[in-house]
């Protein structure tokens, strides 16, 4: 199953959207890694996965492959486990990671995992050591369709709960809403240049969201993080929604349980406007000792 | 990876059932998008001359959802494939340029464009330095060697900034 193994050491690929947009979710991520004992090094420098262009079909698949193969030697000095924070990230290094070519042929070794897999085989004794209750969150959790729907290979299916971030959610006592387009694309990919139809996608996805009385998503992947945040901005405003639903990333809920600081570790006041932060962290009280 | 040209055992497992256009978000939200017709399309080795294989958020569900395992997604990836290569989309490579530079150039597609997640970053020691020019060199040969530069070049009509 994906996520075990005694992992010591890892290199952490933080990606383009999460280190550029939301650092919050790599500085939640290494806090949380640290919290399991496990080393982390980021790369010597940053080099896009390509995942983007690929989908786009500007490039293809070998492509994608090639430069996978130039991160993890070149820049990451190769290691033995890679762990990514975002979806796209995930399917590009996981992909080309297993694949014959890279893995027999030139023979890397790299495993790659997400950051929501080691934190779901983690997640009891992460929960132990919360020091924040999160029993007042009603979490509607969105996936993300390249971990959901990985086309390569089997991913993590729930155990507790539908999916890995519900059993997540779940082990922090956070309550999970289920809702009608749960398993629905956020819309993100075709934004650019199909904006309307992509709005119109991510707004069906966020009004079943609101409409089962949801106060916080919960996401595996920064580039539909960064699809509902803007999404979001753009109905706010133009009058259609009073207030932006807080989005967050698993790493960050986790480390916010985990009593990390939610602003200077996990960046919320990057990516939650001012009054909606601060209604946020009010639900957010301390956990009583045992 | 399938592609168009392996794919008539592909296309035979299809027997148009509709379920992936049934599980598509994109086909609720506007009837221009129809991966059934798209898989139909495909089959009489028309679906380079369709406008719609742009509208597919490629996010799989059809391929989930799929009582065949038909790989659609694959196979509306592969017609923008071959339709760029052919045609050279001008709107598409309009749209896309910037990412394919910045990818060649910084090596990110995604830019810091607020001070507040710059000072972020610095506090947390996450400024990971961009490629340094011997690295970008070397990045450049490889994407000679797999002809990915050209690719770029044909495709995008960029060169490569120094």
């Known amino acids: 199953m994906r996520g075990n193994g005694d992992i010591k050491e890892v290199v952490l690929y933080p990606g383009c959207v999460s280190l550029n947009k939301y650092p919050g979710i790599v500085k939640s991520s290494i806090e949380v890694l640290k919290l399991l004992n496990v080393k982390v090094r980021l790369p010597t420098s940053m080099l896009c996965c390509s995942r983007p262009l690929e989908r786009l079909g500007i490039i293809g698949e070998e492509h ?38 890279l893995k027999k042929d030139v023979g890397l070794r790299a495993k790659c995992y997400h950051i ?7 997640r009891q004794y992460l929960a132990e050591k919360a020091k924040v209750k999160l029993d007042k969150l009603k979490v509607a959790v969105h996936v993300g369709c390249h971990y959901l729907f990985y086309p390569h290979g089997d991913v993590i299916k729930g155990e507790e709960g539908e999916d890995i971030l519900e059993d997540i959610a779940l ?38 969201i609101m409409e089962v009385g949801a106060n916080v998503v ?12 803007r999404v979001q901005q753009r109905l706010k405003k ?35 406007p001012a009054q909606e932060l601060e209604a946020l962290l009010k639900l957010l009280t301390p956990q009583p000792p045992p | 990876m399938v592609t168009i040209d392996k794919l008539s055992l592909e296309l035979n497992k299809c027997v148009q059932c509709g379920t992936c256009t049934s599980a598509c978000a994109v086909s609720r939200a506007t009837k221009r998008f129809n991966p059934r017709l798209l898989v139909y399309e495909a089959k009489k080795d028309l679906i380079t001359e369709r406008e719609d294989i742009w509208l597919c958020l490629n996010c799989h569900i059809c391929e989930a959802r799929c009582p065949n395992l038909v790989k659609i997604s694959d196979l ?45 970053k610095s506090e947390s020691g996450l400024n990971i330095p961009t490629l340094t020019e011997p690295l970008k060199s070397e990045l450049h040969e490889l994407l000679k060697k797999i002809s990915l530069e050209v690719r770029l070049r044909e495709v995008m009509g960029i060169e490569r900034e120094r």
């Open chain 1, 218 to 229: 919960l996401t595996m992947c920064p580039y539909c993080l960064r699809t509902f945040n």
């Open chain 1, 238 to 272: 133009l009058k259609r929604i009073e207030s932006i639903m807080p989005t967050l990333h698993v790493s960050q809920l986790v480390a916010v349980a985990l009593g990390l600081d939610p602003l200077k570790v996990a960046g919320l006041h990057l990516q939650v």
């Open chain 1, 116 to 122: 929501a897999e080691i934190i779901w085989r983690n």
């Open chain 2, 76 to 120: 509306i990836l592969d017609a923008r494939r071959k339709v760029l290569e052919k045609h050279g989309e001008d709107r598409v490579l309009e749209f896309y340029s910037g990412l394919v530079k910045a990818l060649l150039n910084i090596g990110v597609i995604a830019l810091v464009t607020s001070s507040r997640v710059e000072d972020f």
């Open chain 1, 64 to 101: 994608t492959s090639a430069l996978a193969h130039f991160n993890v030697t070149k820049l990451m000095g190769d290691p033995d486990e890679i762990v990514v924070v975002c979806n796209g990230c995930y399917l590009a290094f996981r992909r080309a990671l297993e694949a014959d070519d």
């Open chain 1, 171 to 208: 082990a922090f006592n956070a309550n999970v809403v289920d809702y009608e387009e749960r398993r629905s694309c956020c819309g993100g990919t075709i934004v650019k240049w199909f904006r309307e139809v992509s709005s119109s996608i991510s707004k069906r996805k966020l009004e079943s």
